[in-house]
């Protein structure tokens, strides 16, 4: 049985920052693009990144995310990272990984990721 599991989340303050990881069990990432969602309140889950399955390219939804968040991998611990720098309140949701195996291109619908993890709240206060 396949789960991802995220770790990492927090109440932090305006400007903080926070690594989130997600790790693998019941089967290898080493061939998935892995993705970073993000669901706010009241909102629509939204892509954040994603890395592609050799951890060479990285694809973020927006020139502003790319500024502050970093995604990574380290497929020899079967797991990824989101760094979260200089956070916003804006920021606050509940976090998700994700893995689309076989994915070579960068992939932002949620319905395109076969595997999700059950999320990990990030709260940031002003």
């Known amino acids: 049985q396949v789960q991802l599991r995220e770790s990492g989340g927090g109440s932090v303050q305006s400007g903080d920052s926070l690594k989130l990881s997600c790790a693998a069990s019941?089967?290898?990432?080493?061939?998935?693009?892995m993705g970073w969602f993000r669901q706010a309140p009241g909102k629509e889950r939204e892509f954040v990144a994603c890395?592609?399955?050799?951890?060479?390219?990285?694809?973020y939804a927006e020139e502003s995310l790319k500024g502050r968040f970093t995604v990574s991998r380290d497929n020899a611990k079967n797991t990824v990272y989101l760094l979260m720098n200089s956070l916003k309140p804006d920021d606050t949701a509940i976090y998700y990984c994700a893995a689309a195996p076989g994915r070579t291109v960068p992939v932002v619908s949620p319905s395109e990721y076969n595997y999700w993890g059950q999320g990990t709240q990030v709260t940031v206060s002003s």
């Open positions: 890395i592609s399955a050799n951890g060479l390219s990285e694809f």
């Open positions: 019941g089967r290898s990432l080493v061939d998935d693009l």
